[in-house]
């Protein structure tokens, strides 16, 4: 292992192990390991070593003398040892960025950083060349990352840079070293980790120690106070330009519907704006006062630029396709970053081999034609693309350096009227185009329709709570990180297996549950190969759980013996079948001393019961239980575990407590029975918060990935993962007294606007939410249902809401809270998410935020 300090500067840099390099950015690659909570970089130095990346910044705690004999396995490798990997990643991004002298703008905010960033990009784009976060790089990684995109071709910078915590802002503001500061505005996302609002201003704030120019809202008190207390003091010369609904600002601005009026000293500018909701309309004016000040003043120029404006989804969305395809929409923004964190999410789609890329031209990456095509093309073979499509002139006319089986289109036009549809099966898609290009269109064409009543579910919530989880339950006593097993039963909570397990394995979390063997069996034929635990194996599938590599869990003596002499039986015909295959190198066929093969006997998991009366084994029949497994020393036990009756709920405390020492007494009796120590696990989502004591090896996650935090202590820390959505298919006027729905219980005491929605108690909408037991969310208004819930539909009363026909109406989500719409019909959130029926259409998306 040699040390150095080679150029790091010029180097690709690598922070995800998991991304997938062409080999040209593996050799000038540099990887940072870094030692995180959950997860560490190092481990992985060997497997990137062998795709030919050679430079790697390695932390000196992570360095056992292991692992550095490990390294001196790597001979042409170099290493630079450091205390922090993140730490000289920064220092590193604040010498790149001192070599450009371009303005840059720096924006922050609790909300709307993306969309000011992604609109003023739009705005700015046939000014400048303009390198920019990709996606929401907003980190303390992903700003070193983002600006490190910067070129010499590069004449303008967007950067945004978001905090969690007191003290994360300097080394932000060394790296974006903003000229132009826009402080979008402060919510009270994140508060957590602050003292106070102000404190978390005032951090924000740091930003904009050096910038000359900020821009904000002077309606937020709490920053238009800091700035003038606190930025003011460090920054003296910085030019405030402020606007306001009010007087007393440079800029005042009204609103009437569409309609913005800014008024300043200097002029009046009316433009019509192309969104009215009232965080769109601050975005604008955030955006627009931005453009005011580095000089775009025309009023019929600045219009224009706003009538080019298209909405930011920060989503990449999973969608069914035609044929059955999976289509991956991304249609909203190409640059390369954005390109390759596409691709390695194509990578993650288990489900299909074929593997399709329609790309449009990339703009404004600021790199020289032939270059930037050239590493396009580099990342499909990377990648291993079975289908390359090119949209657009440019990048049809760079064609010769993709494989000969590319198709080129000049136009989303002529791709649209001559692309062979038929042959487009059983793919993943992923459609990914500049702005311009109009690939919504595109994806249009590929989607299946979906009938209006679909799941959402939110896979950057998902993984948020699977890092506020891991977090939590952090290392055991051994020192050892302790263990994940998610449950994934119910189709993942209702929330799609499939996706939900790709998602986990791609987090490298540690197991997976299912309930019935045929759940483990969908799972691995959808590409898991994490070990699976069946919680309900019944003998008939026992076949089924060997020939998948599932793991039971077992219950009872007479399943254990079941078991047994499944495997033994099995084992021994495998023995023959191999003595005759081999013929005289019988012996090797198998392990004569057992009367098992090892390798046809999966690990099992024993469930003990500590007062669920369910299932499980209890302690007095631990002796009859090592007795059998002491005659059957290949049958291996990989964990035994037991289940919480009321861990959620502070009045079951003592009966936890006693279950939790009457697991722990089985345990001793087991392990001194075996001879050996399997893995131990109690809690389940509401244990980890509630008795953080008591989780042993592994924990077992569940509700609280999808969103629920059920033991109510740490709600907000948890992200709801599903929106569960309809449309409006009909509005009607109907007039007191008459009635609405089946068997006249929607008797109506004023003229009401009623509107039917498309779902009903078939979907999931429970029939007890009818009759104004229930509200759904119309537009910004909540609106209770009227009549009985049918079969299909439900009526509800939108008098009191801006409501059209098409528009979509929330059932739960953001709007909603899972666990509020289950306390009004008297059940629990488990039940709510589960109920969703399976012919509701599951999307899937990203929200990069
Ligand atoms: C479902 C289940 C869990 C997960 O429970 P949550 O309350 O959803 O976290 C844990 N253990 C067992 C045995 C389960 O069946």
Redesign the pocket.
Known sequence: MTTATPNLLDAYWLTDSRQVLSPEQSRSAVFFAMQGEHHDGHAFVGELYQKGVRQFVVERAALTPARRTEFTHYPDAQFTETDSSLRLLQQLATDYRQRFQIPVIGITGSNGKTIVKEWLAQLLAGDYVIAKSPKSYNSQLGVPLSVHQLNSSHTLGLFEAGISRPHEMQALETIVRPTLGIFTNIGTAHDEGFRSRRQKVAEKLRLFTRAETLIYCKDYPDIDEEINLLLKAVNPAIRLIHWSKHEGAVYKAAVQQDRLTLTAEHGTWTLKLPFADPASVENLIHSIVALLTLGFSDEAALQNRLNRLRPVSMRLEVKEGINGCVLIDDSYNNDIVGLQLALGFLDQQLTRTRKVVILSDVLQSGQREDELYESVAALQRANQISEFVGIGPVISRNAHVFPATSRFYGGTDEFLASYPFDRLRDSAVLVKGARPFSFERIVNRLQRKVHGTVLEINLDALTHNLNYYREKVGRGDTGQQTKIMV?V?AFAYGSGSAEVAQLLQFHRVDYLAVAYADEGVSLRQNGIDLPIMV?NPAPETFQTVLDYHLEPELYSLRLLQEWGSFVGERGGEERRRGEKEEGRKGEKGGDLHSPFLISSSPPLHLKIDTGMHRLGFVEAELPSVIAYLQQHPALRVASVFS?LVGADDAQFNAFSKQQYESFMRSMAVLEDGLGYRPMRHLL???GIVRFPDYKLDMV?????LYGVE?SQLERSMVRPVGTLRTVISQIKQVKAGESVGYSRRGVLDHDARIATIAIGYADGFDRRLGNGVGQVWVNGTLCPTVGNVCMDMTMIDVTAAPASEGDDVIIFGQEIAISDLARTIGTIPYEILTGVSERVKRVFYKEGN
């Open positions: 449950m039963k919680m289940h389940n989502s509401a077992r996650l569940g509700i609280g059920s």
